[in-house]
């Protein structure tokens, strides 16, 4: 798997200018991929832009993957530099408000449900034309524990991630007889700064110090150990490569054993 090569294969990542989605399109790269990413962030974009990475082989866009025009306008940016593509990572997903259901508000939810999941859609639809013209590719969607299991105090996070799986299963099942490959990862606790939104949320409205919600997400995996990004890139980079050619419809976890969530 170290030799592992992506070499001129051609790669969509949503929401990739920093966290999971830059390392991932960091090691992509590093395989002699073609990466398109786009994100909202334009403090993001502007330190991918600045990155020695960013040669001919990286192309990066303003786009907020919930919205369906800003959505169209990065595949007709994308169209301009490639007829077809080997493969859409939607990595987009946001953590969605903490709370118990009776405090959430809809807003809240609808917006976690567009991001996380109609977004997905947009991405998905656009994409598969250019896969089929590829002869084949694969598709990679991003649940996480909480589309396994369930998560008290993040209903409309597991919700997205659960309807992630479903997607994921259906596509799988659809474009198979075009050698499309769908598959779905499942990050564990990712050191990074979304963790630290994460716990000290948590910490507020369970009022219990940061140090032990942190203590406690480590030990929801039975390695009880942090995850880390370029771990999940590596089995973005294995799911692409030719190495997973009969690899579709699975759930996988990097999680170390994530064994509850609460
Ligand atoms: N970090 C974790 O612990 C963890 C655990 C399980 C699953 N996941 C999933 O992995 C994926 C990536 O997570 P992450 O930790 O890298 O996320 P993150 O919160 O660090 O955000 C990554 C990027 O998403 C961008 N983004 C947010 N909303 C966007 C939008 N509407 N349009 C375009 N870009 C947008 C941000 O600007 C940022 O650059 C998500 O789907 C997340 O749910 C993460």
């Known amino acids: 798997m170290t030799n592992l090569t992506l070499k ?9 200018a920093s966290g999971i989605g830059w390392a991932t399109a960091k090691i992509c790269l590093s395989k002699g991929a073609y990466v398109y990413l ?7 974009l502007k330190k991918v832009k600045k990155h020695p990475l960013n040669n001919k082989k990286l192309f990066s866009y303003i786009c907020d993957a919930s919205n369906e025009d800003h959505v169209s306008n990065f595949f007709r940016q994308i169209k301009k530099k490639t007829k077809k593509i080997d493969s859409l990572i939607n990595n987009v997903g946001i953590a969605g408000p903490t709370g118990t259901i009776e405090k959430l508000s809809s807003k809240d939810w609808e917006k976690t449900l567009k991001t996380n999941v109609i977004s997905h859609f947009y991405f998905t639809k656009l994409a598969i034309p250019l ?8 598709i990679i969607n991003f649940s996480s524990g909480a589309g396994i299991m369930g998560f008290p105090l993040r209903s409309p996070y597991a919700a997205s991630k659960w309807a992630v799986v479903g997607v994921s299963k259906t596509l799988a099942m659809e474009l198979g007889k075009f050698k499309i490959r769908v598959n779905v990862i499942c990050p564990g606790t990712i050191k990074g700064d979304r963790m630290v939104r994460v716990i000290k949320d948590k910490s507020k409205f369970l009022k219990i110090s940061k140090k032990k919600i942190e203590k406690d997400f480590i030990s929801m995996a039975s390695m009880n150990c942090w995850i880390f990004e370029e771990d999940i890139g590596k089995m973005c980079s294995f799911l692409i490569s030719d190495d997973a050619s009969r690899i579709s419809g699975q759930v996988i976890g990097v999680d170390g054993n994530a064994i509850r969530l609460d």
């Open 131 to 138: 896969i089929k013209k590829n002869k084949g590719g694969s």
């Open 38 to 44: 786009c994100d909202v962030n334009e403090k993001f």
């Open 8 to 16: 001129n294969k051609k790669i969509i990542i949503n929401a990739g």
